[in-house]
């Protein structure tokens, strides 16, 4: 069932892109700098209607909760929401929305997110279990959208 709330953009992907990321990232010196970004990138990612909160849109394998809604526009690009009870998870949400959204199947598919999270050096300071749940969402939404 589509929602209103689906059709409110929001800037990441789209006046917030992964060579933004990537920049603010860079500048980022240490764990503590690259945390803050987080958080601040977190409180950009609006929140997801409380409708799409249900199991279907549950990402599994988070230990936190989080969801995912993925809807195709009529340009064949890929829009997508998403949320989590946890600012941090919130925040690589953000991190891997900024690089997947507005994109089309075949850039999803071909998007080398392990690069992209090495170039971030976001991996080595997550918990095992974060770092499998951000890996989650990434396979949430490369599913979604399998050509």
Known sequence: MQHASH??????????????????????????ARYKELIKLAKQLPPLDEADKT????IHGCESQAWLVSKQD???RWQFHSDSNARIVKGLMAVVLAALNNKTSEQIQAFDMEAYFSELQLLPHLSPSRGNGLRAVVEAIKHSCKP
């Not at 199991?55 to 549950?58: F, I, L, P």
């Open 7 to 32: 059709n409110q953009s929001h800037p990441l992907g789209h006046t917030i892109t992964d060579t933004d990321i990537r920049a603010l990232f860079q500048a980022a010196h240490g764990w503590e």
């Open 74 to 76: 009529e340009t064949g």
């Open 55 to 58: 199991d279907a849109n549950a």
